[in-house]
């Protein structure tokens, strides 16, 4: 029998406080934690706004390398430091990468190139077209992003005190339920290995965020699937770290042109 063949979901919450995953109705994540590990001390960069934030993320070095400090993008250097999409790519030529998201920018400027991309208004939309690409294509690394517990964040306030913010992450529990659907539902699945990452790109306090402070700073990783099984995270996790992670379950190694700030995580 072949080995089962790895492929990895990273799942993005814009703007999800931990305490407020941890207070919030979230039975899908719950079931995610229940089957693999979480950190509700994990690490993000500086400049606590969408675009540093997944930026760092999906780059695996900070601002100070990929240089975008604020949601202009002034300054990036994807050049240099390209989203990891990219450097998989370098690693594996055959590899498909896949990214749906509601905050366009994601696509526009950080994953640009990826084989597979599309953008929605809304996240049931967003996850809606997850579950049809699952369907129909055959990608080894999908980013799904999902923007409203953010939109909640800033219209009702951040926090377990904000009834609004916390409805708005029990909804995003439950689209992230119909794309893990999804991916329990592929014709493939049971020669499958996939890994499931869920974080964030910075927390929120009052009806903002981006400063450099850490209540924004601090945020949650959860890392789920049957490969984690039994096993610890090495320290709190940084979001620098989901790309060596990512490729860690590829069974690929980084290079050390591509001087990644992160390392894997389990």
Avoid at 56 to 61: A, E, I, N, Y
Avoid at 220 to 226: D, E
């Amino acid at each position: 029998m072949s080995p089962d063949k790895k492929k990895v979901l990273i799942i993005g919450i814009d703007g999800c406080r931990p305490d407020a995953l941890l207070a919030a109705e979230t039975p899908n994540l719950d079931t995610l934690i229940d089957d693999g590990l979480v950190s509700y001390q994990a690490q993000t960069c500086e400049f606590t706004v969408s675009a540093p934030g997944w930026s760092s993320m999906l780059t695996g070095v900070w601002p100070n390398k990929h240089g975008v400090k604020d949601n202009s993008f002034d300054g990036a250097d994807y050049g240099s430091y390209p989203h990891f999409f990219q450097r998989l790519k370098e690693a594996r030529e055959d590899a498909v990468t896949a990214s749906i998201v509601n905050w366009e920018p994601i696509n526009q400027e950080i994953l640009s190139g990826c084989d597979l991309s599309s953008r929605h208004s809304l996240d049931v939309e967003v996850a809606q077209a997850a579950v049809n690409l699952l369907a129909n294509q055959d990608p080894d690394v999908l980013f799904v992003h999902f923007d409203e517990v953010d939109n909640a964040g800033h219209a009702t306030g951040y926090g377990v005190d904000s009834t609004g913010y916390l409805e708005a992450v029990s909804r995003a529990d439950g689209v992230i339920g119909s794309v893990l659907t999804g991916v329990r539902q592929r014709e493939t699945y049971d020669n499958e290995d996939w890994l499931v990452l869920v974080s964030t790109d910075h927390a929120g306090i009052g009806r903002s965020h981006g400063e450099d402070l850490p209540e924004l700073r601090t945020v949650f990783m959860i890392i789920s699937g049957s490969s984690v099984a039994g096993q610890r995270l090495k320290r709190a996790p940084e979001v620098v770290d989901v790309p060596p992670t990512v490729l860690n379950h590829l069974g690929l190694t980084p290079r050390s042109s591509w001087s990644w700030d992160g390392g894997p995580i389990i």
